[in-house]
């Protein structure tokens, strides 16, 4: 999979309308979470400049913003670091996934419509088929999209911004746990679950749904 100044994998048609701020962070972005820039790092700003082939004033925007979102520390004296992952932080990110993304696919539940649900299994059939060929980045990307997709049926800006933050520092421990394609299988399988629900309109099952993903992922995690 050839390498861009986004993260999306379809981006011609964004790329254009993001500025160079956005598309530094967007591309910057994208090497942390897919682990690219190894955890714990230290990162020479030139070398990002020229790994993006960006100026120093997007890159720098990029870098306090990745900051502020969790996915970089700012270390006086030393610069900046990858920030490192670790188990207590994994299961501190899971019991906020818990909360936020049932409630995403709560408030879907109530909201979708066919049109959505064909984005969504369309999705999952190309993130089937990333697996199988084992494109680990393709299938990290789609897996962002498909949950973007979910916040964006529920409607609520804010919830979706808070998602984004959340999923960005979740990847990079599902990054971890990509080589299990037993995992991988679940992760398809629960998907479908997923959908299933939204399209039935029963919001419990929805809720159960999103429970059993997150904790399909923490099993996963653990195990590796």
Partial sequence: MSESVTENVNPASREKSLSLNEQAYLAFRHKLITLRYKPGEYLNTAQVMDD?????????????????EGLLQII???GVM?????????????????????????L????????????????????AQASKSRSREEMMLLDREFHQALADIAGNSRLSDILSVIHAQ???????????????????????????????????????????????????????
């Fill in 52 to 68: 993006l082939a960006m100026g120093r004033t997007p890159i720098n925007q990029a870098i306090h913003r990745l900051a502020t």
């Fill in 76 to 78: 006086p004296r030393k």
């Fill in 82 to 106: 990858v920030a490192p992952l670790s188990i207590d932080d994994a299961l501190e990110l899971i019991e906020v996934r818990l909360v936020n993304e049932t409630l995403c696919v709560e």
């Fill in 108 to 127: 879907a539940s109530q909201k979708v419509v066919d049109s959505h649900l064909h984005q969504l299994r369309e999705l999952n059939q190309q993130i």
């Fill in 170 to 224: 979740a990847q990079r421990f599902w990054a971890t746990t990509l080589s299990n394609v037993v995992h991988m299988d679940e992760v398809i399988a629960e998907h479908n679950e997923i959908i299933a629900a939204l399209e039935s309109g029963d919001t419990r099952r929805a809720a159960d749904a999103a429970r059993a993903h997150i904790f399909s992922f923490k099993r996963a995690l653990l195990s590796t």
